[in-house]
């Protein structure tokens, strides 16, 4: 079941944009998860002599590694204030 947002969503609200980023995150493993295992799948079950498919596990786990590091130590989620003109 997925969480429920008690108010309206805003992007302004630090809670909801941690939260949206963390999804975005859980969607991100979960796509790496499907295509990567699949490609190993493939790749075994075939006996493919696919040399550039460790190379690609690994660059998307370093792009895995640095999307939670951006949410975890980066990502600023302080009140953003209001612009007045």
Do not use: Q
């Not at 997925?2 to 975005?24: F, Q, V």
């Amino acid at each position: 079941m997925p969480p429920r947002w008690p108010r309206k969503p805003d992007r302004k609200d630090p809670a909801y944009r941690k939260l949206d980023d963390r999804m975005n995150f859980a969607v991100h493993v979960a796509i790496f998860a499907a295509c990567n295992s699949g490609l190993w799948f493939f790749h075994n079950f075939l006996k493919t002599t696919w040399e550039w498919l460790p190379w690609v596990t690994a660059g998307w786990s370093v792009v895995l590694l640095v999307h939670l590091i951006y949410i975890v130590a980066i990502a600023n989620y302080s009140e953003i204030p209001s612009k007045s003109t």
